[in-house]
């Protein structure tokens, strides 16, 4: 005879323990000073929203929310265009360079 299935209680695949990504999402640092617009031309509250190796962070981790983020990342496109903000930051250089197609030790 056939096992039975679906006895019993249902197994819960993720149980929340309030390990590291529990807990309340934090509230997007424009919403809660009431910036309607963010400003390409503030260098130093843009440069909170770029990684080490100068790529825009995501709403994820930067906990902007979606409306804020599209203007996050506008204006540091237009601030990198105007020379405010470099597109690569100097630290940012691999340590290891890809190889060119034919480069290829034998």
Do not use: W
């Amino acid at each position: 005879m056939a096992k039975a299935r679906g006895r019993g209680k249902p197994v819960r695949r993720r149980d929340k323990k309030g390990g590291p990504g529990s807990g309340r999402r934090k509230p997007c640092q424009h919403c809660r000073d009431k910036v309607e617009q963010v400003d390409y031309k503030d260098v130093t509250s843009l440069k909170k929203f770029i990684s080490e190796k100068g790529k825009i962070r995501s709403r994820r981790i930067t906990g902007s929310c979606r409306r804020h983020q599209v203007q996050i990342a506008r204006a540091v496109k237009r601030a990198r265009e105007l020379d405010l903000l470099p597109y690569v930051n100097e630290g940012g250089r691999d340590d290891n360079p890809r190889r060119e197609r034919g480069d290829r030790d034998r």
